[in-house]
C-alpha cells in the first residue's frame, strides 16, 4: 500500500465513520480532523469519488532553478569515476575543471539519480559493470574493495558455501571457584551458522589453533568441505610476527586464508558475537544456576551436549537457515561445494 492509498483509506474512514456515529463532529474528534476538512473530504468524494481524495501536492518544480544539463553531466560522470568522493569533494574537484557547481546542487543532482549516498552510488557502479562489461578505473576499483572491507569489518559477510568463511573468537565465560579463569575458543561458520566450541584456562595463539585442529578441521574434513578462510579480530591470540605466531602459522600450514575485522573495533565480528549473546543466555546463565562445575573438563561435556543441541536440533534464523538448523543449512548446501571443486 502507498503512501497516498493511506491517504485515501483514513479520508473514507472519517467519512464512513460520520455515517455510522450521524455525528460529523464525534467523528472529527475520533480521527483528530477539523469539520471544515471533513466537509471539503466529503464534497470532493461526492463529486469525484476516490480518485478526488487523492494527494495533490502544491509544489510545482521551478526548472529554472535546476542546474544546466551539461553541469548535470558532469556531477553524474564524476560521481561514476569516484563513487567514495562525496558532495563538497565532488564540487571541489569540479571546479578545478573550470565547472561550477556548490556542494548543495551536487547533491540535488545525486538525489534526482538516486545516488547520494556511497553505496547507492557503488550499487550503480556495480550494475554497470554486470550490464556493460565496462573496465573500471583504479579509483572504482579501490571504492570497491574498501567497501568490501567495510562490510566485513563490520559484520555483513560475503558468504557462498560452507566452509568458504568461518568465524573465530575467544569468549571469557568468567573465573570459577576452584578451577579459575575459563576461556571459551568459538568457531562459526558463516554460511550455515555451524558452532565449534572448546574451553581453556588461557586464551593464546596455541588455544586457538588447537580448537582449529582438535575440533573444526576434522569436522570439515569429514564432510569433505575446504575451510578456505578465518576471519578474526586483532587480538593477540590470531595476529603476531607470522614466522614465530603459532596460529598464524597454523593457517599458512593448513592453506586458510586470514582476514581482521576493523582495527580498534574486536567488536565488529559480529557473527561471533552474536553466539556469544546465544550461548550465554541459553546455557551459560542457566547451566551456573543448576550445577556446581569442579572442573573444565565437567562444563566442557555439558557445552558439547548444548552445542550438539544447536547444530542439530535448533532452528536459524539466520540468511542462509531460513528456519533450518545449522547442520541441515551446512548438509543442503554440500553440492555447492563440489561444484565450486569442479569448476576451479
Known amino acids: ?28 474528534k475520533v480521527m483528530g480532523y477539523s469539520r471544515d476538512t471533513f466537509y471539503r473530504w466529503k464534497e470532493a468524494y461526492e463529486e469525484g469519488g476516490q480518485e478526488a481524495l ?19 553531466n558532469a556531477v553524474l560522470e564524476y560521481s561514476q569515476d569516484h563513487p567514495a568522493h562525496g558532495q563538497v569533494r565532488v564540487s571541489n574537484e569540479l571546479r578545478k575543471q573550470g565547472v561550477t557547481v556548490s556542494p548543495s546542487g551536487v547533491r540535488c ?3 534526482r539519480h538516486n545516488l547520494h549516498t556511497f553505496n547507492l552510488r557503488l550499487k550503480a557502479l556495480e550494475q554497470r559493470v554486470a550490464e556493460e562489461g565496462v573496465i573500471l578505473t583504479e ?36 573465573t570459577l ?21 572448546k574451553l581453556y584456562s588461557m586464551k593464546t595463539a596455541i588455544t586457538a589453533a588447537d580448537l582449529l585442529n582438535d575440533r573444526v578441521l576434522p569436522f570439515y574434513e569429514e564432510m569433505e568441505m575446504p575451510v578456505l578462510r578465518i576471519l578474526t579480530d586483532r587480538g593477540t591470540e590470531y595476529c603476531g610476527q607470522l614466522d614465530k605466531h603459532e596460529y598464524q602459522l597454523f593457517l599458512g600450514l ?24 546465544t550461548i550465554l543466555d541459553e546455557f551459560y546463565k ?38 533450518r538448523t545449522p547442520m ?4 543442503d548446501a554440500r553440492h555447492v561445494v563440489e561444484q565450486k571443486r569442479l569448476a576451479a
Not at 54 to 72: C, F, G, H, Y
Not at 177 to 197: E, F, L, M, P
Not at 286 to 302: H, N, V
Request: proline share 2%; hydrophobic share 30%; with cysteine.
Open 1 to 28: 500500500m502507498t503512501t497516498n492509498d493511506k491517504l485515501i483509506k483514513n479520508k473514507l474512514g472519517l467519512i464512513e465513520l460520520a455515517k455510522h456515529l450521524g455525528n460529523v463532529s464525534d467523528a472529527c
Open 54 to 72: 487523492q494527494e495533490l501536492t502544491r509544489r510545482k518544480a521551478n526548472r529554472k532553478n535546476r542546474i544546466p544539463e551539461l553541469i548535470e
Open 109 to 111: 543532482v545525486l538525489l
Open 139 to 174: 579509483y572504482q576499483l579501490q571504492a570497491l574493495e574498501k567497501a568490501k572491507e567495510e562490510k566485513l569489518a563490520y559484520g555483513e559477510i560475503e558468504t557462498e558455501h560452507p566452509g568458504y568463511l568461518g568465524s573465530q573468537d575467544t569468549f571469557y565465560v568468567g
Open 177 to 197: 571457584k576452584g578451577v579459575g579463569r575459563i576461556y571459551q575458543q568459538t568457531y562459526v561458520d558463516t554460511y550455515s551458522k555451524v558452532a565449534h566450541c
Open 254 to 277: 593448513s592453506d586458510i586464508d586470514h582476514t581482521k575485522t576493523k582495527a580498534k573495533s574486536p567488536q565488529t565480528n559480529g557473527i561471533c558475537e552474536r553466539f556469544h549473546k
Open 286 to 323: 542457566i547451566a551456573f544456576r543448576k550445577k556446581i562445575y569442579s572442573s573444565i573438563e565437567e562444563l566442557q561435556l555439558d557445552l558439547d551436549s548444548w552445542l550438539k543441541e544447536y547444530n542439530e536440533q535448533r532452528t536459524h534464523q539466520g540468511k542462509k537457515c531460513c528456519g
Open 328 to 331: 541441515q543449512t551446512l548438509l
